[in-house]
């Protein structure tokens, strides 16, 4: 079975940089994965975030980046906000399924 | 805006089917995909499943002998039937929407709890 891995818990300061990253188990990923971000909040659904590796929501904030990065799809965020403080979770299409990667706490401190 | 709104039992018993509908407002079904998720207390995102608005559908392939999903396009509703449930279908689950020209999930319902328990 495919299995999406993403890095269990990550810390950054308030305005610093971080990158979330999301692996296969298939191989590299590519656009043909078309990657997609989610940010969940604790009691919340999940918020769009990026689609297609890189491509913004027009809610989405300038801070949030997405792209390819060895192998992997990643998200970037600079300049973090204590509201950022989120669980982080990567989506990827593997012919006509969606898989979900286990997601990623990030703490803000 | 789109909005989504699940609705259905929040108990289920064992052995039972799970039964949830998701009525979207502020905007279409047809043409666009709808989405189910799950979530388990403390747990991840868990993809169930989507069905397109013809009628084509995709399941989680370690559900897909006990799922079921249709579409109701005149009252711009997707559904989602789960038989043969136990305790590990005890989950959140969110309904969900793509949109123009998007491949992947951007419009989400809040969510509603389904426990599976006699």
């Known amino acids: 079975q495919t299995v999406v891995t993403q890095e269990p818990s990550l810390t950054v300061s308030p305005g610093g940089t971080v990158t979330l990253t999301c692996a296969s188990s298939t191989g590299a990923v590519t656009s043909g994965y078309y990657p997609n971000w989610f940010q969940q909040k604790p009691g919340q659904a999940p918020r769009a975030l990026v689609y297609s590796i890189n491509k913004k929501h027009s809610w989405t904030p300038a801070r949030f980046s997405g792209s390819l990065l060895g192998g992997k799809a990643a998200l970037t965020l600079s300049g973090v906000q204590p509201e950022d403080e989120a669980e982080y979770y990567c989506?990827?299409?593997?012919?006509?399924?969606?898989?979900f990667g286990g997601g990623t706490k990030l703490t803000v401190l | 805006q789109v909005q989504l709104q699940e609705s259905g039992p929040g108990l289920v018993k064992p052995s039972e089917t799970l039964s949830l509908t998701c009525t979207v407002s502020?905007?279409?079904?047809?043409?666009?995909?709808g989405y189910w998720i799950r979530q388990p207390a403390g747990k991840g995102l868990e993809w169930i499943g989507r069905m397109y608005s013809g009628g084509a559908a995709n399941y989680k392939s370690s559900l897909k002998s006990r799922l079921t999903m249709s579409v109701d396009t005149s009252n711009n509703q997707f559904s989602l039937k789960l038989t043969s449930v136990t305790a590990a279908d005890t989950a959140v689950y969110y309904c969900?929407?793509?949109?123009?020209?998007?491949?992947?999930?951007?419009?989400w319902g809040q969510g509603t709890l389904v426990t599976v328990s006699s």
């Open positions: 989506l990827l299409y593997y012919a006509g399924a969606w898989v």
């Open positions: 502020g905007g279409s079904i047809s043409g666009y995909y």
């Open positions: 969900a929407r793509d949109d123009a020209d998007i491949s992947g999930i951007v419009h």
